[in-house]
Structures are given as C-alpha cells and as structure tokens.
C-alpha cells in the first residue's frame, strides 16, 4: 500500500550549512539543527516515509569522497535513532552541475526513491532551503515547503523543519 513521504534537503535543514562555497566534508564539521530529531520522529509515529535527497557536489569536485559522504550519513542516521527518530533512506548526488540527471532540480533522486518504495506522491513534500530543492520537488509533483530565513517560492513556507511537520501533520496530509 502507497505511503506518504517527506522528502528532505540535507545541509540547512537537518544541519548547519557549510560556510559559503565550503561543504560538509567530515562528521565533525556536522552539526543538528534543533529539533530535527523530534520532527522526524513525528513522522515515523504516523509512518510517513523520511528520504533525504542531497546534492554532495564537493565528492565530484575532490574536496570530499563518497566514503567520507557515507560516513557522515552513517554518524547522522545512528545519532537519530538514538533519539528514536528514523531516516528511512538517503539518495545522494555527487556529480558536477550539468552532468547527470539526479541533481536536485532534476528528479533523478526521487525516481530513485520511487522504484525502491511505494510512494504516495498526492500526499508528499519536499522540504528544502533553496530554490533547487523546490524547483525538484515542483517538477516531480509533490507538495514544496521551503523553511530558513528566505522563502523560494515553495508551496508552503516556515521557519525550520519542526514548524513544517507540525504544518504537514496538523491535518494536511492523507
């Protein structure tokens, strides 16, 4: 039976962001933003998929490898569920701009979710903190929701991640 997901941004929505024109290239340079860990518990107490899709163009630009990226989302994943909150899958792009087809504005990484999970688009999101994360969401036909300080042009916007599940559980999704 389908299921609603939510789709997150990684860097300005679970964590800091990098300084500018920097990544996040190690676990120590990793940080939560609050809350994260009680949004996405909300979600998996209604068993509403979480993925996160993720741009990671400092793997093809050298400055980090994939390792170092999967290292990053293992620390993230097991600090999660220590707090009982669950991502239930990580869909990462490492390629340059203008050389695939999965980096966020494209949909590769949310076709990649949906030939692995039964999703329920008509009741989905995509929560991002730029204008990529949105235009993706857009094109692949879910609910947008941009959170942080400037608003993107998404569906729907707040002020973090929490604010946004409450809004998404609060009667908004099927």
């Not at 239930?88 to 949906?114: M, N, W, Y």
């Amino acid at each position: 039976m389908p299921r609603a997901a939510v789709f997150l941004d990684r860097d300005g929505v679970i964590n800091v962001c990098a300084p500018p024109h920097d990544y996040i290239k190690r676990w120590s340079e990793f940080q939560f933003l609050p809350q994260v860990d009680t949004a996405i518990a909300k979600l998996n107490k209604k068993r509403i998929y979480v993925f996160v899709v993720t741009n990671q163009r400092g793997v093809a630009r050298g400055l980090m490898t994939v390792e170092n990226v999967d290292d990053i989302h293992r620390h993230m994943r097991h600090s999660l569920m220590e707090k009982q909150a669950v991502i239930d899958d990580i869909f990462v792009c490492p390629h340059e701009s203008g050389t695939c087809h999965c980096r966020k504005p494209d949909i590769g990484l949310f076709l990649q979710a949906e030939q692995q999970y039964d999703i329920d688009k008509t009741h989905s999101f995509m929560i991002g903190d730029s204008v990529g994360d949105i235009q993706a969401g857009k094109k692949y036909g879910i609910t947008t929701i941009s959170i942080g300080s400037t608003c993107f042009d998404g569906d729907y916007h707040f002020h973090d991640l929490n604010e946004a599940v409450d809004y998404i559980l609060g009667g908004n999704i099927g």
